[in-house]
Nanobody
Framework: EVQFVESGGGLVQAGGSLRLSCAAS????????IGWFRQAPGKEREGVSC????????YYADSVKGRFTISSDNAKNTVYLQMNSLKPEDTAVYYC??????????????????????WGQGTQVTVSS
């Protein structure tokens, strides 16, 4: 059974930082790409970042590029999202999810939510102005 548990969310002032963690079980990270998605009330789910465990390629939404950093510790089966310079518009529930390898078009495919098959329950991030 594949299972994800997100943690690290909370309340922070604009300009502050948080580090989200995604602890996984039931599979080997080397066989998957792991993504972070977020969803705010009244908005559609959007891809935030993704890491390919096999080749370490990383991808970021334009809105977070330069502020967020994704990383993994395969020995711990954990993926992290370091979130710096947080803005009120970053407020959302953040989800960790996994998908199969993306092949040649990872730069396009990484943010397609329907291609992710396993999801965690999410962790709330709230950024106050």
């Amino acid at each position: 059974e594949v299972q994800f548990v997100e943690s690290g969310g909370g309340l922070v002032q604009a300009g502050g930082s948080l580090r989200l963690s995604c602890a996984a079980s039931g599979f080997t990270f080397d066989d998957y790409a792991i993504g972070w998605f977020r969803q705010a009330p009244g908005k559609e789910r959007e891809g935030v970042s993704c890491i390919s465990s096999s080749d370490a390629s990383t991808y970021y939404a334009d809105s977070v590029k330069g502020r967020f950093t994704i990383s993994s510790d395969n020995a711990k089966n954990t993926v992290y999202l370091q979130m710096n310079s947080l803005k009120p518009e970053d407020t959302a529930v953040y989800y960790c999810a996994s998908r199969g390898r993306m092949g040649w078009f990872g730069s396009i495919r990484w943010a397609i939510a329907d291609e992710y098959h396993y999801w965690g329950q999410g962790t709330q991030v709230t950024v106050s102005s």
